[in-house]
């Protein structure tokens, strides 16, 4: 399989070259040349599969020219060693909980895929890999986490001051050994904008070898369509004859991104939902044809703190550039801080579920965007206890903070503090390196 920049401005690339470089050469996104295809039979099949068979029969079509059959299938099974259960909320509204992994967020499964086949191409040479990942939240734990201890690769996160919830901060500040993270004075568009002049930087990556982690690495976003098919079929358990809609929660578009790519493998869901927090340039787009990037806000669902969402220009290229075919797949709704804190304490109050502030807009969008004779899933794609302080806030009771959570907060922070600078942060790479 061959990949491609979004601006078509460089030469395609192998797997192995699209997942070490990250961000093309043009500054564009790399995208498969084609896109598998499953037959009707698996579609058939599916509902009796559990979800690492789902996971593998995908990534074969994604990842199978590349890398050996019994390779990737043991990669994939790695990667999946938890649970991704779906639960019914209310009458046709069901919850998929994306948050079973090590670092209890979504991001798990496409960080522990990506580390896997990154270690898969580079155990052999003898130059270590940097990889650099900008984080609003679960990215930068996910990636510390799934990358820990992985030999031949160093990590840096980058993150905003400030604007990350503790228990986040401390999933990726208290890893020691190969991860290091930077603390920027500025906000998350600050800090992909310093990780993507890095890959653009000349004299830095003739000195370093670098690569992302973010939802910009086709090895990091693809590998999240696995859970949307696991979704459908467990949804097929309970009604065969479902029309399914799915509510994403999205900030930078890499889990919408991967969800469009299930439904243009044949998935065959009848549409999705974006839903989005105050930062809504992709809601804007969808509802006038104009994309307006713009500085981030913060607000209580801070993972979706994206004023200009890297996996937009994916979007794009999926569709040939036509408004009129992603809006027919696509709609969104935003929502305040208030109306999320809302719906949180609400949610609780009438079905006993406890929702994170993500999966709360996910939700909030699901329910007014569902249309009669469909039925809906939402992603829960961060555990509750994350956002501790702000959803107990939200329902007035106290919050219980898994164990294995908890054990993130008792050891010391260590984080390097950086100004919003790009100079500065080049000269902290190269004295780290």
């Known amino acids: 399989m061959r990949y491609y920049s979004t601006q078509k401005q460089s030469s395609t690339v192998s797997l192995k070259e699209a997942v070490v470089k990250g961000l093309a050469p043009d500054r564009g996104l790399y995208m498969p040349e084609t896109i598998g295809q499953l037959p009707t039979s698996f579609y058939k099949e599916i509902s009796g599969m559990n979800l690492t068979t789902i996971a593998q029969t995908v990534a074969r079509k994604f990842f199978g020219e590349d890398i050996p059959q019994d390779e990737l299938d043991t990669i994939v099974a790695d990667t999946l060693s938890f649970a991704i259960p779906l639960r019914k909320v209310e009458e046709n509204i069901w919850v998929l ?11 798990d499964v496409g960080a522990r895929f990506m580390a896997r086949m990154l270690s898969h191409f580079v155990k052999k040479e003898q130059e270590e890999v940097k990889v650099l990942v900008a984080t609003s939240g679960d990215t930068g734990s996910a990636v510390a986490n799934g990358f820990l201890g992985v030999e031949g690769i160093h990590v840096f996160v980058l993150y905003p001051s400030g604007k990350v919830s503790d228990i986040q901060e401390a999933q990726f500040t208290t ?24 890959f653009m930087d000349e004299e830095l990556n003739s000195q370093l070898r670098l690569t992302s982690a973010n939802s910009i690495n086709v090895a990091r ?29 999205s900030g930078n578009l890499g889990n919408l991104t991967a969800g469009l790519f299930a439904k243009r493998m044949g998935l065959p869901v009848e549409r999705f939902i974006a839903a989005n927090n105050r930062n809504d340039v992709f809601r804007e787009y969808l509802l006038t044809g104009n994309y307006s990037p713009r500085s981030s806000v913060q607000t209580i669902a801070n993972a979706m703190d994206v004023g200009a969402p890297s996996n937009f220009d994916r979007i794009l290229d999926l569709y040939g550039h036509d408004h009129r075919t992603i809006t027919g797949d696509i709609t969104a709704y935003r929502y305040s801080d208030e109306e999320i804190c809302n719906t949180i304490r609400v949610t609780q109050q009438q079905t006993g579920y406890l929702l994170d502030p993500h999966g709360a807009c996910g939700y909030l969008a699901l329910k007014e965007g569902l249309q009669p004779g469909e039925s809906g899933i939402f992603l829960a794609t961060a555990h509750p206890a994350k956002f501790k302080e702000t959803v107990e806030e939200c329902t007035g009771k106290p919050v219980t903070i898994p164990e294995d959570l908890a054990a993130f907060m008792q050891n010391k922070k260590e984080s390097i503090e950086l100004p919003n600078d790009f100079s500065l942060f080049k000269k902290a790479l190269l004295r780290l390196s």
């Open 175 to 198: 890893l020691g050994k190969n991860i290091t993270a930077l603390e920027v004075d500025g906000t998350f568009d600050d800090c992909q904008a310093l990780v993507k002049n890095a």
């Open 97 to 107: 909980e994306l948050f079973h992994g090590p670092t209890f967020a979504f991001k």
């Open 221 to 249: 976003f693809l590998p999240q369509s696995f859970y949307y098919f696991h979704a459908w079929a467990q949804l097929m358990r309970h009604n065969p004859a479902a029309k399914a809609v799915i509510s994403v929660p």
